[in-house]
């Protein structure tokens, strides 16, 4: 693969720092975000352009202040530190650091002086702050560029070593300016050239498989999501036959859905997709089950099974294709995660199929670059702009136990949700939104006759990551459409609710 220009990102701690990896990718600059104990040997073996060094919760003088290797402050690599990484940076180069009594919180009025940070911006501008620590003096070679009413250092630099500091959040799209502000750190301090594409991206990567791969034999699961489709679109154009796709239908997906996976991937793509019906024993195994965690863990192991089963049919293969992506990477590997539901989605194929080796084509990039890779594959963007569909799919969105009446009534509700979204143009502001099938029934009125029938849940939630969410404000008339079109379209339904509670306390899905 052809050598990219690379920021990284040292992370410590705080809540903006993906998001500042993204914002330099969309920059067209490639970056690692890396734990704030990265060594420095590794970074120069990364060598680096420049070093983004991000916000945390810590104080630089407790005990347990977490500091990057000191020697990477001597590598002469450009450096621009952010809340906390401007405290650092300040207080590794010479200056001081001060805890001021209260936190400094939200939109406030700044003046830049002029400096290559803030060229071609209004040098009276508004930023987001968030600290309560600040940088209360400069080492030698460095001035203050930045001023606000109550932070006299609210950004400073040594245009020479090319080290710059701002203690607020250029990341977040309150801070006027931001991304010009991360652009000009890029392009005027770390020479960027902007060679991170997705269009270089798709090149590169098919050169590499095709060159790894060659004549082998690989395997992909595909889920009909996002990561799994484009993995295996991506995989299809480096070694086209030699590419077997197995979609499992577990008689728990979307209206269509199954339909549609073949149509698009074997039908119109000419992939080898083999699908296998296994909703009769997924059904089966659910009979009369009504814990969730119990139905999520039956779920995960017959898709085990049934790949068991498959792996022994197709024998042994060289290559195991995982839609793995940079979040699951990052999050993983900075052990972070607490257990509130055992998601799943097709990872139980390593441990049942005889295989040399994985592969995992997507894991540099974010979600929103997945779908751009989708785009340059030429994937519609009903298939690339998809909402998260979970593993355990309708099961969990049926509360109680699951039977394929109920589903199939779902099925139909659901669709119904989202062709109204869709048809006022709301799908693509709405993270996720689908309809659930409450456990209860109810008493109606249907003609003159009385119903006891049940109550459909719409879910409509807004979000950036799905660890936090907020329910969507959809607008009065759709939810009044959605509801009519469901309880007069779909038997089996007199009552339409819409779920408005934010993740916490609840959470996106029901079960
Ligand atoms: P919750 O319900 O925990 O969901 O707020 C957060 C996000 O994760 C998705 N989700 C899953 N995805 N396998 C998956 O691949 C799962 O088992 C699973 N459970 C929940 C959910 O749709 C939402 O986007």
Redesign the pocket.
């Known amino acids: 693969m052809d050598k990219h220009q690379t920021i990284v990102v040292l992370d410590f701690g705080g809540q903006y720092n993906q998001l500042i990896a993204r914002r330099v990718r969309d920059l067209g600059v490639y970056t690692e975000l890396l734990p704030y104990s990265t060594s420095v040997e590794k970074m120069k073996e990364i060598n680096p352009i420049g070093i983004i060094l991000t916000g945390g919760p810590n104080s630089v003088f407790t005990k347990d202040a977490l500091v990057c290797d000191k020697e990477i402050f001597n590598l002469g690599i450009p450096m621009l530190g952010i809340c906390y990484g401007a405290q650092l940076l300040a207080f590794q180069t010479g200056g001081d650091v001060a805890s001021a009594t209260t936190k400094e919180y939200g939109k406030c009025e700044i003046e830049y002086s002029d400096c290559p940070l803030f060229e071609g911006i209004n040098k009276t501008n508004i930023c987001w702050m968030s600290h309560t620590d600040y940088v209360s003096k400069l080492g030698k070679g460095f001035e203050i560029v930045g001023k606000t009413a109550t932070c006299p250092i609210a950004a400073y630099g040594n245009t020479e070593r090319k080290l710059y500091g701002v203690q607020f959040h250029p990341e977040v799209v309150h801070t006027q300016n931001g991304t010009e502000i991360l652009k000009n750190f890029l392009y005027r301090v770390c020479g960027a050239k902007g060679d991170w594409t997705m269009k270089g991206f798709v090149k590169n990567q098919i050169n590499a498989l095709k060159a790894k791969i060659g004549n082998k034999k690989v395997l992909c699961a595909m889920s009909g999501g996002v990561d799994s489709a484009v993995a295996a679109t991506l995989l299809y154009r480096a070694v086209g036959e030699n590419l077997t796709c197995v979609f499992v239908d577990h008689g728990l997906l979307r209206k269509y859905e199954a339909e549609q996976v073949m149509k698009v991937f074997r039908d119109e793509q000419g992939m080898n997709v083999i699908k296998i019906d296994a909703e009769k024993r997924f059904l089966s195994r659910l009979e009369g089950v009504t814990e969730p965690e119990k139905k ?1 863990k039956i779920i995960g192991e017959e898709f085990i099974r049934v790949f068991e089963e498959f792996g022994k049919t197709i024998g042994k293969v060289d290559y195991l294709v995982q839609g793995t992506i940079y979040p699951d990477v990052v999050e993983s590997g900075f052990g972070k995660a607490a257990l ?2 055992s ?3 097709v990872g139980g194929l390593p441990s049942v199929i005889d295989f040399k080796e994985i592969i995992e084509p997507l894991r540099d990039l974010f979600k929103d670059e997945v779908r751009k890779v989708g785009t340059e594959l030429g994937l519609d963007e009903e298939i690339v702009m998809r909402q ?5 799919g309708l099961a ?1 969105r049926i509360i109680g136990n699951v039977t394929k009446e109920k589903l199939d009534l779902l099925r139909d509700a659901d669709y119904i949700m989202r062709e109204e979204i869709a048809k006022n143009g709301l799908n693509r502001e709405i993270w ?1 939104y689908f309809a659930a099938l409450t456990n209860m029934q109810s008493v109606g009125v249907m003609g003159d006759m009385r119903t006891y029938d049940y109550a459909v849940a719409l879910r409509a939630v807004t979000s950036v990551d ?1 660890m936090t969410a907020d329910f969507a404000r959809i607008p009065y008339d759709v939810l009044s459409r959605i509801s009519n079109r469901i309880v007069n379209e779909v038997k089996g339904v007199n009552r339409v609710l819409y779920d408005i509670t934010s ?1 916490p306390p609840a ?3 029901m079960e």
């Open positions: 999520r509130i539901k998601h799943h989605n998260p569909f979970p593993g355990p969990i996720q799905a993740k959470t996106i899905e």
